[in-house]
């Protein structure tokens, strides 16, 4: 059963263009819904993470928007630069079981120059 | 402040074979997650060990195993190996100072990328 479902798999964003990725979640005792960002050859890193008792978060040019009525949460990347190309992962997990993230399959960002 | 090192890199290992990779948490971390990422399946939760302890596990046959020693490196142990555990095998750390702390930022490492032939 896949817990966090994460769309679209792939998207292409021009430079200065708005990148948006959509994730859905199934068990209502997730608390704590991370994004991550993965470059080739390189392992996730934390880009920016959301708590339900918020519906949204901006750090830099990265916001977190939630809905926790129907259970969705997403990813919007203003000004999207071609450094920003690489693959997104949503996450979910418990405070009581921390250390086991769900992860959504991953969406593989391109933004052209 | 050095990262997650996870070794080795690269592994190509025969069917049948077993396996022992290593992470090492970024020091004052004590909690060790290990995940399995294929282009297919994603990222998997493999386990977690915090204080030498299995706290968690996921959805994986008994053929994977790991451990945590008191300085909090990890070890996952993959015996009996299969064409389907080529994989990505990442481990993330965590500060988690003890059993009933909230969810603290992962750090990964680069992971050990495991071929079987």
């Known amino acids: 059963q896949q817990q966090v479902k994460q769309s679209p798999q792939s998207l292409i964003v021009q430079k200065g263009g708005i990148s948006i990725i959509n994730c859905a979640y199934e068990n209502t005792a997730f608390d704590y819904f991370p994004w991550y960002q993965q470059f080739p050859g390189k392992g996730p890193a934390l880009l920016i993470a959301?708590?339900?008792?918020?519906s949204e978060k901006k750090e830099g040019r990265f916001t977190i928007s939630f809905n926790k009525s129907a259970k969705q949460f997403s990813l919007h990347i203003m000004d999207s630069q071609p450094g920003d190309s690489a693959t997104y992962f949503c996450a979910a997990s418990m405070s009581t079981n921390a250390g086991k993230s769900t992860f959504g399959d991953g969406t593989t960002l391109t933004v052209k120059p | 402040k050095a990262g997650v090192t996870q070794t080795p890199r690269y592994l190509i290992k025969t069917r049948g074979q077993q396996v022992t990779l290593s992470c090492s948490p970024i020091s004052g971390h004590r909690s060790v997650s290990w995940y399995q990422q294929t282009p297919g399946q994603g990222l998997q939760f493999l386990f977690e060990y915090f204080s030498e302890t299995q706290r968690n596990k996921g959805n994986f046959p008994g053929r994977f195993s790991g451990r945590q020693f008191s300085n909090s490196r990890s070890e996952m142990n993959v015996s009996t190996l299969e064409l389907g555990d080529s994989a990505l095998y990442l481990c993330?750390?965590?500060?988690?100072?003890?059993?009933?702390?909230?969810?603290?930022?992962?750090?990964f490492g680069q992971g050990t990328r495991l071929t079987v032939v």
């Open positions: 959301i708590r339900p008792d918020v």
């Open positions: 993330a750390s965590r500060l988690r100072l003890n059993q009933y702390s909230l969810n603290t930022e992962a750090f």
